[in-house]
């Protein structure tokens, strides 16, 4: 067992930002726009640190598929203790049209040649929604997935995965090598200190090509329109409970 | 050596040409990506793997923007829910304390042997620059802490003293810095404070006033004199323990700004402190103090920059929000011609600031720049803050607004570390030099 853990971090746009739609309504504007790490990667990032802390695991490997500016993510995951990186380098209309399932045949290829142990990806990116990356990883693999996780435990060869489900929470015990994916509660992400910005910068980050890794990019969705939600429309107040439900059927809607 | 500039003084002229060759081409050279202040790209250009020949002063290696995002990420999330209840009850709040320490921000520029971050002067600056955008309290016990306490132990320090003090420094021990009485401020080296030789040890008395950091300090480096005959030539620094016998703090002063920091007069009624002690040699405190302060005054203009953008960016959404007459007071020309005012004096006080930390992280000559970055920054905060509360009226003046707080603030910066008046007089001396022929 290599005792390895992969950590999937990406870069999106920075949570507090307000987010401008393209005037061409074929995205968001992204020039010029303050990026950070998705906060549920944050998540997955400082369990597996803390995994590692707990000497439950070897190694962390921090991956992020993009362009250049990826790698200031990776330094992130390497400034809260991950030990090493990969910048699967993709740009242009390649990284236009990059989505969960060519994300998960990268990670999945990734996994094969580190001898990847235990998977954690955040449960989405605050950028798509999509929730979908983890689930075709281990799919891609066969491996069991904990999706959802807020709170994980090493028991063995297995892991008991506590997961958040409209319902509750529920538990599960799977084996390894799993996919895991971080939900919010999992944990509270640490601050990189100083020092840690510091080691980080001795740490070393590879650089791959998704070729390299026999993946091919090439993707089945188009993005036809972006635009804004509709305008929030002004409420109506209403007496008592007749009126409510005699504005309802007016409205159609019951 | 290639010169770019245009003046012709015979003195030294400020061109970064030589400076930026040596510079790690590693990585993008990013400027500072603020997010509400000026519109910097994130990357420079030109960036085929090298660096641009004379990248603007707003570039920062890697490292330095991931320290700059990480502070100011912390200050806002760690800090700046203490910063009133800090001010009202002029008290600093320990778990703050604990988290400076705990993100190597006390030790910035201090080896990682002894537990520091091992980071460069430039990098010091940038975290005051964003703690004082939250909290100026906060920036002046850090910028203390690492441009004066650590600063003298790193350059001064015997191997011994290095060992005892220096992971204390940037782990979990304060520092404060003794120069000033109350019959010797400007005139520092009238200081009255005595060292009296004995054997192998000397006996300390005399009393101190308005030293920062004191209530919480756990070393205090102590200017006195062993010899006052030879005039300031007598001056030696002094390392004392907190529990030193004879050593009194007295209770802080009830300030008008910076309330968070405390400011407190110290006794010394025959305080005994050992020869190995001495930080440097003896009759050198002189010149020790004068050289650590031209560069902690770096620091203050750097802290006097995070305050007035700290209270800048606290300003400008709410008179982009607030309408009168149907339009935002943002759009009157009146209120655009005052904010751009302020917006351009605050962006030259910053680049005065980092200007003077290049210089001295250059080893080039950089005293006559640091006394105008820190003069013109202290001037700077106090029209903007002033400025501020104007601009947003009436709840400008209330404490519910956290502007009245850094106008309070501001105000010791023209005082402190080197009044307005012996910055200019400093300058003067310089430039009188500069025109011997």
């Keep these: 067992m290599s005792g390895r853990v992969l950590v999937g971090v990406k870069r999106v746009i920075d949570y507090a930002v307000k987010i401008r739609v393209k005037p061409d309504n074929t995205g968001v504007v992204t020039d010029g726009v303050k990026h950070s790490m998705n906060p549920f990667c944050e998540i997955a990032v400082e369990e597996a640190v803390k995994l590692k802390e707990k000497k439950l695991v070897k190694e962390v490997v921090a991956v992020s598929c993009g362009p250049q500016q990826s790698q200031e993510t990776i330094r992130t995951a390497l400034a809260m203790g991950a030990d090493r990186g990969i910048h699967v380098e993709v740009s242009g209309n390649d990284y236009e049209t990059l989505g969960p399932l060519q994300v998960s045949k990268i990670m999945a290829a990734l996994a094969k040649k580190e001898d990847a142990q235990i998977i954690i990806l955040g449960k989405q990116a605050i950028d798509d929604d999509c929730n979908q990356t983890g689930q075709m990883t281990a799919a891609l693999l066969d491996w069991p997935q904990g999706t959802f996780a807020s709170e994980v435990t090493l028991d063995g060869d297995k892991i008991k995965v506590v997961r958040e489900i409209d319902g509750g929470l529920e538990t599960i015990k799977i084996n390894t090598p799993a996919v895991l994916t971080a939900d919010l509660r999992l944990n509270t992400p640490r601050y990189a200190t100083l020092p840690n910005i510091m080691k980080a910068k001795k740490k070393k980050i590879a650089n791959v090509k998704p070729a390299d890794l026999g993946v091919n990019l090439t993707s089945k969705l188009e993005v036809l329109r972006v635009e804004d939600p509709p305008q929030r429309q002004a409420g109506m107040k209403v007496e008592t409970v007749e009126d409510l439900v005699g504005k309802l059927k007016e409205l159609g809607k019951v | ?437």
């Design chain 2, 1 to 437: 050596m290639d010169t770019r500039c245009e003046n012709s003084v015979s003195s030294p002229v400020d061109c970064q040409s030589v400076r930026q060759i040596s510079r790690p081409p590693w990585g993008a050279c990013q400027s500072g990506l603020r997010s509400r202040t000026t519109s910097a790209p994130a990357v420079a250009p030109n960036q085929a793997g090298g660096a641009v020949a004379f990248p603007p002063l707003q570039t920062y290696s890697e490292e330095e923007s991931m320290m700059r995002d990480a502070v100011r990420k912390y200050a806002q999330e760690r800090i700046a829910p203490f910063v009133p209840m800090m001010d009202e009850n002029s008290a600093m709040d320990e778990e703050v304390i604990r988290s400076l320490f705990e993100q190597g921000l006390m030790g910035v520029e201090i080896d990682p042997e002894y537990g520091g971050t091992g980071s460069s002067f430039f990098s010091s600056i940038l975290v005051i620059e964003e703690l004082a955008k939250v909290d100026p309290s906060v920036a002046v016990l850090c910028d203390i802490q690492n441009t004066l306490i650590n600063t003298l132990f790193v350059k001064l320090g015997t191997p011994a003293q290095k060992e005892k003090y220096l992971s204390r420094l940037s782990t979990d021990m304060i520092g404060s810095f003794c120069l000033s009485e109350a019959e010797s401020g400007s005139d520092a080296f009238a200081l009255k404070t005595r060292a009296e030789k004995h054997k192998d040890y000397f006996v300390i008395n005399g009393s101190k006033m308005w030293i920062s950091n004191a209530e919480h300090a756990g070393v205090f480096l102590v200017m006195a004199n062993v010899d006052p005959s030879a005039g300031y030539r007598g001056i030696t620094c002094f390392i004392v323990d907190r529990d030193t016998p004879g050593l009194e703090i007295c209770k802080k002063e009830n300030k008008l700004g910076l309330r968070a920091s405390s400011t407190c007069p110290l006794n010394f009624d025959n305080v005994k402190v050992p020869e190995a002690n001495i930080l440097g040699e003896v009759g050198h405190g002189y010149k020790y103090a004068i050289g650590m302060l031209n560069e902690g005054r770096i620091g203050i203009a750097a802290q006097m920059v995070g305050l007035a953008q700290g209270c800048f960016d606290h300003t400008v959404p709410y008179t982009r929000q607030r309408v009168q007459f149907g339009k935002r007071i943002f759009d009157f020309q009146g209120m655009q011609h005052q904010i751009a005012h302020v917006a351009t004096q605050i962006e030259a006080a910053r680049l005065l600031t980092y200007n003077a930390a290049r210089l001295k992280e250059a080893g080039r000559p950089f005293i006559k720049e640091a006394c105008m970055a820190k003069y013109f920054s202290s001037e700077v905060a106090t029209l903007t803050t002033s400025k501020c509360i104007e601009w947003m009226g009436g709840v400008g003046f209330t404490k519910d607004y956290p502007i009245e707080k850094y106008y309070r603030d501001c105000k010791i910066g023209t005082i402190y570390e080197g009044t307005t008046n012996v910055q200019l007089s400093t300058m003067a001396k310089f430039i009188d030099k500069e025109y011997d022929h």
